[in-house]
């Protein structure tokens, strides 16, 4: 019992004294009127696509306490888009530009970032990110689930930059999703490159995406979406080993691969042009 008395006061001085060296949550949420924050979102899709172009463009433009002054609002205006893949005619991307104006509140602004988010009881650590301009960072990176193939989660927080960095890994998904600040304005400062694209933008694909394939999970038949420029493709599928286990030579837009045979777990499709070769994911159920 003494033993597991001084484990336990060892463990909590451990994590009270790690906390002290975190930023206050009214820190990491420090924003003023007129700032400006804009994030990017990369990754794969459940189906096992990439996600396309987008951009969620925030200013700051109202800031306001309760009367208590133990929370603080912000009003926040988006000016952002996202895109599509679309498959009439040529392929192309597609944008979609959206507005909103929406309000948030941040609570508990005197305690540690370490009670705003339940990672940092697992792991943290506090760096200087030379990619925001040496900002101030606190961060905190974990594991969680079965123990085979767990959850990757990782979340960063910035001084004056509130969630800075999310990154999130499904274990039994396959997929993954980086939700990353890559500009801001603060003042009369700023850091990075500022997105400017605006309405009215259709783009070829071209290097973006040669073949999609859906479904994605897929339990018998895969349908595997051709569109790059070559009408001739090479397709090998791989066991997970990275094997070569079914070679196939195709054609054209459309074509449907039988998968019944395999066994569940996580495969490869290599699919080769003249120009290059592109490697997808497949989960068979």
């Known amino acids: 019992m003494k033993k597991l008395f001084i484990l ?3 463990t909590t001085l451990y994590f009270s004294l790690n906390a002290q060296e975190l930023m206050k949550i009214g820190d990491v949420f420090n924003f003023n009127i007129g700032d400006e924050f804009q994030f990017v979102t990369t990754g794969t899709t459940v189906s096992g696509g990439n996600i396309p172009p987008n951009a969620d463009r ?3 433009i109202g800031k306001y306490y309760s009367t208590g002054q133990d929370t603080l609002f912000f009003i926040q205006y988006h000016n952002s888009y996202n895109s599509e893949l679309v498959f009439g005619g040529e392929p192309h991307l597609e944008y979609h530009f959206w507005t909103e104006t929406d309000t948030v ?4 602004l005197d ?7 339940a990672g ?3 792991n943290q650590y506090i760096i200087h990110s030379s990619e925001l301009c040496d ?11 079965p123990g085979f193939e767990n959850d990757n989660i990782i979340n960063e927080y910035g001084k004056g930059l509130g ?9 039994q998904g396959h997929y993954y999703t980086h939700h990353k600040l890559f500009y801001y304005k603060k003042g009369d400062f700023s850091c990075g490159s500022p997105d400017l694209t605006t309405v009215g933008i259709i783009e070829p694909l071209e290097e973006i995406a040669d073949f999609f394939i859906y479904p994605n999970p897929v339990k018998s038949t895969v349908n595997l979406q051709n569109i790059s420029s070559q009408d001739n493709f090479q397709c090998s599928l791989l066991n997970p080993m990275g094997q070569s286990i079914m070679t196939m030579e195709l054609r054209g837009k459309t074509n449907r691969i039988n998968v019944n045979q395999l066994s569940r777990g996580t495969y490869y499709l290599n699919l080769k042009t003249d120009k290059k070769t592109t490697t997808l994911k497949l989960i068979k159920e």
């Open 135 to 145: 900002s101030l960072i606190n961060g905190c990176s974990y594991s969680v689930g």
């Open 120 to 122: 940092f009881q697992l």
């Open 105 to 108: 509140l941040y609570s508990n």
């Open 58 to 60: 925030i200013s700051i």
């Open 111 to 117: 305690s540690s970032i370490f009670y705003f988010d």
């Open 163 to 171: 969630h800075s960095y999310s990154y999130f890994y499904s274990g």
């Open 8 to 10: 336990i006061l060892t």
